[in-house]
């Protein structure tokens, strides 16, 4: 056996897996190893062993690569949100480009198509606008605060660690976030450990405060703040909206989100309004969206706009083209080409996104986009539509096989496929290859300091 689960090996980092860990070969076996990066020589504890391959966590940097850089975040190596934090951002984007190139050539048997650079985010820090703090009675420590006895062990608001359901590590600031939304964090912080209302545990299923969600505004610089508690006590959470909206003169939003279920989702059974507006207002080009607090809406809006410049280059519309748009959502992307086509239909499971497709079209004065609601594999066959040019933007699954074939029965022209994940974009593509030449991919990067990535693909019909 080349080892075994729990040895501590020492070994060169020779390249990137997808899914951002390092790989090195001990004896002909893969490693993948976490916190580890290509060139660096490491020492890592195997906590895994398969036949074929083996798992293991980085203890120490023996010699770092060249592309290694110290991360901003205290955070960043417990931390399960910017796990390429520590990598150099042009390295980043060269990666995230080599794993979409790879999926294409290894899953979809896909090779010799032009795989543009990667789009980089116009922000490395600071773009998320939308964040989600998890309450817990059970608070990680990091390894200089395990001995501090002044360091509060019990409770914690924050990010998971991975591999863990209950403990947080206690987040003092996320660099991903504007800087304001640290400051309203602590001021939630504050009056939760105040309140002696206990914080939901998600062992024990008991307890009060469950999240403390953040929304931004992009374009208007709004703050919305829903806190997500387990009872509805207004007596207890009204006194925290009223000195919120006193304090920060941003926020335009304070929601108290309802929920008495044990699932560890910040959505509400139930919400209610406890100052301000019940939602904020954002943009994506010249449109303007309305974000509630448990509407979709892209986490990055300078990237989103950059990822739907893509699309609209890609489709090519001319003003005359009927457009249907698969995985519509809240229908950012068909009111977004809605002046370069004739007609678009959105195809969407979710009633909530339906509504706020077509109240978004309202709001920006769209009149040629409809939406049909049901699942895309049972709708898809009786849409009344002859497509010129097809959207698809499936979530990570990618399309049902059986979707797959109705877009090839109804043969448009163009399709521009766009994919938060290269491996299923990949074996989609590899089944609409027959029909289709796949004649570019550009990489979008959305998420600095991840290893996720969006890509567009635009494929054309063959004609022979």
């Given at each position: 056996?080349?080892v ?7 070994v ?11 790989l090195?070969?001990v ?6 190893i976490?916190?580890a ?12 062993k398969?036949?074929s ?5 980085t203890l120490?940097i023996l010699?770092?690569?060249?592309n290694?850089i110290?991360?901003r ?14 990598l150099?951002?042009d390295?980043?984007?060269?990666y995230k ?11 979809g048997n896909?090779?010799?198509v ?30 200089h605060e395990l001995a501090?006895p ?8 924050g ?11 206690d ?11 640290n400051?309203?964090?602590?001021a ?8 002696d ?8 299923h ?15 610089d ?7 508690t387990?009872e509805d ?6 006194p925290?909206a ?5 304090a920060?003169?941003e ?15 910040a959505?509400?059974?139930t ?11 954002d943009?994506?080009?010249d ?6 607090a ?7 809006t300078?990237?989103?706009e950059?990822?739907y410049s ?11 083209e ?10 950012t992307?068909p ?10 239909t959105?195809?969407?499971?979710v ?7 077509n ?11 409809r ?12 849409v009344?539509v002859?497509p ?6 499936p979530p990570?699954?990618g399309?049902h096989?059986?979707?797959?074939q ?12 766009v994919?938060?994940n290269p ?12 029909h ?15 290893f996720?990535?969006?890509a567009?693909?635009?494929l054309?019909r063959?004609r022979?």
């Amino acid at each position: 056996m080349a080892v075994k689960k729990g040895e501590v090996i020492e070994v060169a980092v020779t390249d990137m897996a997808f899914g951002g860990r390092g790989l090195a070969k001990v004896d002909g076996m893969a490693v993948f190893i976490d916190g580890a990066v290509a060139g660096d020589t490491v020492r890592a504890r195997v906590f895994k062993k398969k036949k074929s391959f083996a798992e293991a966590r980085t203890l120490e940097i023996l010699e770092p690569s060249e592309n290694r850089i110290e991360p901003r975040c205290e955070y960043a190596s417990w931390c399960g949100g910017c796990k390429w934090q520590f990598l150099d951002y042009d390295t980043q984007l060269e990666y995230k480009r080599r794993h979409v190139v790879e999926s294409l050539e290894h899953i979809g048997n896909i090779h010799g198509v032009t795989v543009h650079p990667t789009l980089p985010s116009k922000h490395l820090f600071g773009y998320r606008n939308k964040m989600e703090f998890s309450c817990s009675d059970s608070r990680w420590l990091l390894p200089h605060e395990l001995a501090d006895p002044e360091i509060e062990k019990g409770l914690g608001i924050g990010l998971h660690v991975p591999g863990t359901f209950s403990k947080v590590i206690d987040i003092k600031a996320c660099h991903i976030q504007p800087e304001a939304g640290n400051r309203l964090l602590e001021a939630v912080r504050q009056y939760i450990k105040a309140s002696d209302l206990p914080v939901y545990g998600l062992r024990s299923h008991e307890g009060f405060w469950r999240f403390v969600m953040l929304r931004h505004s992009y374009h208007e610089d709004r703050w919305m703040v829903n806190i997500v508690t387990a009872e509805d006590r207004p007596e207890v959470v009204q006194p925290l909206a009223d000195a919120l909206m006193e304090a920060f003169p941003e926020v335009a939003s304070v929601v108290n989100n309802i929920t008495s279920r044990k699932a560890g989702v910040a959505v509400g059974e139930t919400e209610k309004l406890l100052g301000g507006e019940p939602f904020i207002t954002d943009r994506l080009g010249d449109h303007t969206f309305n974000i509630s607090a448990n509407s979709f809406f892209q986490t990055n809006t300078p990237g989103a706009e950059a990822l739907y410049s893509v699309v609209e280059e890609f489709a090519g519309l001319t003003g005359t083209e009927r457009v249907i748009d698969l995985y519509s959502g809240t229908g950012t992307i068909p009111i977004w080409l809605s002046k370069g086509a004739a007609e678009i239909t959105g195809l969407e499971i979710v009633p909530s996104a339906i509504e706020d497709a077509n109240e978004n079209c309202r709001r920006n004065g769209v009149e040629n986009c409809r939406f049909v609601l049901g699942d895309v594999r049972k709708e898809l066959p009786d849409v009344d539509v002859k497509p010129d040019v097809m959207i698809i933007d499936p979530p990570r699954a990618g399309m049902h096989k059986e979707v797959v074939q109705r877009v090839a029965e109804l043969n448009p022209d163009r399709i521009v496929y766009v994919s938060c994940n290269p491996a299923t974009l990949a074996r989609d593509l590899e089944m609409l290859k027959a029909h289709y030449e796949i004649c570019e991919v550009r990489p979008v990067d959305m998420f600095p300091h991840t290893f996720h990535i969006e890509a567009v693909a635009r494929l054309e019909r063959r004609r022979d």
